[in-house]
């Protein structure tokens, strides 16, 4: 029987940071859901709005967790760029994150309409692009929300020409309360901490959301536009049904 390891303690921390965020982050989660659910117009059963959601590097990770996934919800538009994922290879999508300018043509590629819903995953909050989209959006009329970690952010030096960062510029801000530097565990005689918290975060704050807007439909009377597992007799055939609302307003459903 062994003691007590890094590992664990590594566990320790998650369940310590989650119970943390969905108590200290409570009204603002129940404000955004709200938020994200009137913005779907849902009482409108020819409503095609959609729930935007993007991030850069390892946070594109949470957006990911968002779309096209057995139970969550179908009115989902992923801004998913290749060239921004380190599977797109870091000494690209590094520079580019850092880019000035990229947020642009993202912003208008997927085309976000006044009044909905564009969420931003980024755990330092630093970085021109996603600064930059947020900007963009609030001049277009677009809701913005940032998925961030105060306590990097608040200490590292932003690289927006501008000088912000991502909570500054933001209606609504979830802090996940990360570590600074996203990785929680410290190893003898290793100079850099392992264990990363920013995923694991980041979705429970997607899944969170999805169930509480879910939810919201159902106090209304309504029914959540919602997948079913395509590993399931029948899933296909149901999600491709519910699919053609909103297949106009989703690129990466086409």
């Known amino acids: 029987m062994t003691g007590p390891t890094l590992a664990s303690e590594y566990g320790r921390q998650i369940q310590e940071k989650i119970q943390n965020l969905l108590l200290n982050q409570s009204d603002t989660l129940e404000k955004v859901a709200n938020i994200i659910f009137d913005s779907l117009n849902a009482r409108d059963p020819k409503s095609t709005s959609v729930w935007h959601l993007f991030g850069a590097g390892h946070s594109h990770m949470a957006v990911e967790e968002a779309f096209h996934r057995a139970g969550g919800l179908i009115p989902v538009n992923a801004w998913l760029e290749d ?36 969420t931003i995953f980024s755990n330092s909050g630093i970085n021109p692009v996603s600064v930059e989209l947020a900007q963009i959006a609030k ?100 999600n491709r049904r519910l699919e053609r609302q909103y297949r106009s307003r989703i690129p990466r459903l086409l």
């Open 83 to 118: 060239y921004l994922m380190p599977h797109g290879g870091p000494s690209r999508n590094g520079p580019l994150e850092r880019l000035s300018g990229v947020a642009q043509v993202i912003f208008n590629f997927y085309k976000p309409l006044p009044g909905e819903v564009l």
């Open 139 to 238: 001049e277009e009329g677009v809701v913005t929300v940032a998925i961030t970690n105060l306590e990097h952010s608040k200490q590292t030096l932003t690289r927006h020409s501008g000088g912000k960062k991502l909570f500054e510029v933001c209606e609504y801000v979830i802090d996940t309360g990360g570590v600074r530097g996203d990785a929680a565990i410290k190893i003898p005689g290793l100079d850099a901490p392992v264990g990363p918290l920013s995923t694991l975060l980041n979705c429970l704050v997607v899944n969170y959301l999805s169930v509480r807007i879910c939810e919201l439909y159902s106090q209304n009377m309504l029914v959540a536009p919602v997948y079913l597992s395509a590993n399931v007799e029948g899933g296909d055939e149901r």
